[in-house]
């Protein structure tokens, strides 16, 4: 398989997901702002509309509230939207929608209506959008019982867990990276189809020291400081989650007991971040595992500024990494 | 009306056993009066109700065991009955190896339990932490608990799967704490000590047979002396000075001394007794052995506090006589004798075991010519006393004469006690032993 495999990037492979579950399924379809004429902000759904026509890549007015719900009604009665989200920070203006209308209305109508939809878009802080526009909500929707929360980092994640996500009977969130869009990785050939379970973290480098916990953003920063600790010895197991709910514990668990000593580092803000859930259930499962206090890398709580050197203060970067790294280490 | 708990009679006190109860459930109780007997590490005590009232429920029967502050009986009105809270078992000799990992298991009461196990009031982690106060140079300062062993979780776990004892390992993470790195090189230079050149065999346990014998629990007394021995053999540096003296003179004291009455107290004053009283007058002429090591400092005791070794069934305890330099010859040996008998059964107070700026031990009555004790931290120095015998001597006349000897060791702590400081003190009990009219004065 390793011979066939090639190298694409992330935006490709969420187009690959979209395209391959339009062609399989009439009953799904795409909606959003800028997602047809446009090609989509960030051009992952890039000549969709040419190939499946306006009835099923469909613009919408700046109306997240609007288009949120009528997806959730399109879900209803049997479609499977897929609703982007030009960034998850305007998903809040489709609170109600996501947060009270999608998760709730299996168990609220007794289980007449299974909702089939997917959310999808960028999420999380990129580079100088400011505090309106850089909101990582993974923790705010994981705390949502009904909803399935993913954060994939590669282009082979992004793709397998978006086709999934769409086949999916309930609402599934997949949170993209705006700064991973471009981000290149390989992936099996188009012909096979790549389905990547909800809830299946992947060990995305091995080590014997410590074990860093990330996911989205956050790993390709885990990698590179494993890949610098090296250096000094210090040998870091990465763990990425891929999805945050359902939460990979056995994952989590086998590669603490490992290695004894863990940090997280997330792209969300530290209180009741998804590391605050995952840091708990550490310590309550194997306590008897763990060789120091866990440690979380996350944003500082503080709006995000604009200026870049604030930015970067503010976001978890190598340097805090490093330094809660070796903290865990007592090195 | 109030529970009563396992009170806290000695300093190293931290579990009781339930000797006898000497009121029964229901009967009526004083203040002051006795309402049982309980034994510590040291002593079985006569315990005081602290409240008028009924003993209304008995938690612990005779012979139990519970740790100290847990509940063994209620006083109130008659009838009325204590608190309804689950009542706290005696102490079960838990195991103490780590739990095995439970992955996706979660016992959140076990949890707990080993949460309030491992966690001791804060108060006991500081006091251990701060230095014995030198403000009262005459009293030792108070012995106080071990202080809770810092570990991780995994280093725990790890120790007990090892069998390394925490205890012995120095931490080297933040505040001292164990690290699961910090087992490992423990159990691996632990392992290099045992055996160097040979490969562990693959199942010990199998291979070893046992020789047949019998395992008897450690009492409580026998914890406190293996302690108290470690804390004072591995860290102190000990030196040993020995004399040989002409005991004739104490022999001849002695003699007289029974001679003079039958029936009057002075026949029973011992040999040892001189010893005593000379060990402290020579204490008081060379004041700088009575003293101990602190840290960064000597203290030097104004009073002479001697402790004596005294064998008791299962072990061995070291009462006081306090202030000994105010006691005459007779008064030392009345006390002497008093707690000697008081030791023997148990019926000491702990303040009257505690402390002592240093200690005598007498093997002479065992048939011991000499010996090196171990000496009873903090103090300074110990006197191992040997029998007195007859031998061969060679007199002032160079004429070889029958002579009775007497041998006497000084184990010394040397950060306190150089080799001429306890050689001035030897001196000096010689002198006063081989003139012992000097010791009646």
Redesign the interface.
């Known amino acids: 398989m390793t011979s066939e495999m090639r190298e694409i990037t992330y935006r490709q492979a969420l187009n690959e997901a979209l395209a391959e579950e339009l062609e399989r399924d009439p009953n799904v379809f795409l909606m959003g702002e800028e997602v047809a004429e446009y090609n989509g902000a960030y051009k992952v759904s890039q000549g969709l509309l040419e190939r499946f026509g306006p009835k099923r890549i469909i613009d919408t007015p700046i109306s997240e509230n609007g288009f949120a719900g009528l997806g959730v009604g399109a879900a209803m009665v049997g479609l499977r939207p897929i609703i982007e989200f030009m960034t998850f920070s305007f998903s809040f203006v489709a609170f109600d929608q996501v947060v009270n209308n999608a998760p709730n209305m299996f168990t609220m109508s007794g289980g007449q209506f299974n909702i089939p939809i997917t959310f999808r878009g960028p999420n999380g802080p990129a580079h100088q959008l400011g505090a309106t526009h850089s909101h990582a909500t993974e923790c705010l929707y994981a705390n949502v019982p009904g909803l399935k929360v993913c954060a994939p980092a590669t282009p082979r994640d992004a793709k397998g867990l978006l086709k999934t996500a769409v086949r999916d009977n309930n609402p599934v969130l997949v949170l993209e990276s705006e700064l991973l869009y471009s981000s290149k990785g390989m992936i099996e050939p188009a012909e096979i189809e790549l389905l990547i379970p909800l809830g299946q973290a992947e060990i995305k480098r091995e080590g014997s020291d410590v074990t860093v916990i990330c996911y989205a953003q956050t790993v390709p920063l885990a990698l590179t400081v494993a890949q610098q600790l090296e250096e000094e010895d210090i040998s870091v197991e990465v763990l990425d989650l891929r999805s945050i709910k359902p939460l990979d514990?056995?994952a989590i668990?086998?590669s603490v007991?490992k290695t004894?000593r863990v940090v997280i580092v997330e792209q969300d803000r530290p209180f009741c971040g998804v590391g605050a859930e995952v840091c708990y259930r550490i310590q309550?499962?194997?306590?008897?595992?763990?060789?120091?206090p866990i440690a979380r890398v996350s944003q500082e709580d503080v709006p995000m500024p604009y200026n870049e050197r604030l930015e970067h203060a503010v976001l978890p970067n190598a340097e805090k990494l490093i330094a809660a790294v070796k903290k865990v280490c007592?090195a | 009306m109030p529970e009563l708990q396992m009170p806290k009679l000695s300093d190293t006190m931290t579990e009781g056993t339930l000797v006898a109860w000497k009121k029964k459930k229901g009967e009526k109780v004083a203040a002051g009066e006795v309402l049982a007997e309980i034994e510590t590490d040291k002593a079985t005590m006569e315990w005081e109700s602290p409240e008028d009232g009924t003993l209304t429920e008995i938690y612990v029967d005779e012979g139990g065991k519970v740790e100290v502050g847990q509940r063994i009986a209620f006083i109130g009105e008659p009838g009325e009955s204590g608190p309804a809270e689950k009542q706290p078992e005696a102490k079960k000799d838990e195991p103490k190896t780590?739990?095995?990992?439970?992955?996706?298991?979660?016992k959140p009461a076990s949890?707990e339990t080993k949460e309030k196990e491992t966690a001791p009031p804060q108060e006991k982690a500081v006091e251990a932490g701060v230095p014995p106060a030198r403000t009262q140079p005459t009293r030792l300062p108070p012995q106080t608990e071990e202080a809770r062993v810092k570990a991780?979780?995994?280093?725990?776990?790890l120790a007990g799967e090892l069998g390394v004892d925490l205890g012995t390992i120095q931490g080297?993470?933040?505040d001292g704490?164990i690290?699961?790195?910090d087992v490992r090189a423990a159990s691996k230079s632990a392992r290099a000590v045992d055996g160097p050149a040979q490969p562990p065999p693959r199942k010990p346990p199998a291979a070893i047979k046992p020789a047949p014998g019998s395992r008897i629990q450690l009492s409580g007394m026998r914890k406190i002396i293996a302690e108290r021995l470690v804390a004072s053999k591995a860290p102190i540096p000990h030196f040993y000075l020995n004399i040989d003296l002409d005991a004739g003179p104490l022999v001849a004291a002695r003699a007289e001394l029974k001679a003079a009455g039958e029936e009057s107290d002075t026949a029973k004053i011992s040999v040892n007794d001189f010893v005593l009283k000379a060990s402290v007058d020579a204490a008081v002429r060379v004041p700088r052995v009575n003293a101990a090591f602190d840290q960064d400092a000597i203290i030097l005791y104004e009073d002479v506090d001697l402790a004596v070794a005294v064998a008791i069934e299962d072990g061995l305890v070291t009462p006081v006589i306090r202030a000994a330099q105010k006691k005459p010859l007779r008064e030392i040996s009345e006390t002497m004798k008093d707690l000697a008998h008081r030791a023997r059964h148990k019926r000491m107070k702990p303040e009257e075991f505690q402390g002592g700026t240093f200690t005598v031990s007498n093997l002479g009555g065992y048939g011991i010519d000499n010996f090196s004790a171990v000496i009873n931290p903090p103090q300074g120095f110990i006197l191992s006393v040997g029998a007195i015998r007859k031998k061969p001597v060679i007199d002032d006349c160079d004429q070889i004469v029958v002579g009775n000897r007497l041998e006497i060791g000084m184990s010394c702590d040397h950060r306190v006690i150089d080799g001429a400081l306890g050689a001035e003190y030897l001196k000096e009990l010689r002198r006063l032993l081989e003139n012992p009219a000097l010791l009646m004065v």
């Not at chain 1, 309550?284 to 120091?292: A, P, R, S, V």
């Not at chain 2, 991780?152 to 776990?157: E, L």
Request: no cysteine; net charge negative.
């Open positions: 514990e056995r668990y086998g007991a004894h309550k499962n194997i306590f008897d595992e763990l060789d120091g007592y | 780590a739990k095995q990992p439970q992955a996706e298991t979660e949890a991780s979780p995994v280093a725990r776990r080297t993470g933040p704490r690290t699961e790195n």
